[in-house]
């Protein structure tokens, strides 16, 4: 997240992507995320456990581009991105030192807070029970859906205001 947050927007500029299509794209991967995840549930597959004649595939595995860390995917990614591209405006050093920080504290506190979550999750699903924690992984697939969709929505308007004039971020001076 650190790095996306710090060297994105360099990325974007070497191959010529605006903040509307990150967006767009982000939304899409946020939203698609939500959508499979409200429609399988808390619910895994048999098929997922090895068996003694059929031992497991990893090959298949073996690289997911963008999507390495469990959490951080390309959404998250997406934002960071979109964030660090907001770095760019400030033209005081203070004022980019302080946004800097401000980011990586906040990468910080939300790694944390997954490691919280990650730690207790088996607690929470003790207490929700098998139906309690379907019904919570469906409200919290539902929100990153509509979650994505925002963001869909906010790309494609800047996208949908950018016809006629370019939409490229202005050089680096």
Not at 95 to 122: E, K, P
Not at 144 to 161: E, K, M, Y
Request: aromatic letters at 10%.
């Amino acid at each position: 997240m650190a790095a996306s947050l710090l060297v994105g927007a360099f990325v974007l500029k070497i191959y010529g992507i605006s903040v509307p299509v990150l967006r767009v794209a982000g939304g899409l991967i946020v939203a698609v995320s939500g959508w499979k995840l409200l429609n399988e549930g808390s619910t895994k597959t048999l098929e997922e456990t090895p068996t003694a004649e059929r031992k497991a595939d990893y090959t298949g595995h073996a690289f997911y581009p963008l999507t390495l860390p469990l959490t951080t995917g390309p959404g998250t990614i997406a934002v960071m991105v979109s964030l660090g591209l907001s770095r760019a405006a400030y033209s005081d050093y203070a004022q980019d030192l302080s946004f800097v920080l401000s980011g990586l504290l906040a990468t910080v506190v939300i790694a944390a807070a997954i490691y919280v979550c990650f730690a207790f999750s088996d607690w929470v699903e003790r207490v929700l029970g098998h139906a309690g924690t379907d019904i919570a992984v469906r409200l919290s697939a539902f929100i990153l859906f509509c979650l994505g969709v925002q963001i869909i929505w906010t790309g494609a308007s800047d996208l949908l205001g950018c016809i006629g004039s370019s939409c490229a971020p202005p050089p680096h001076q």
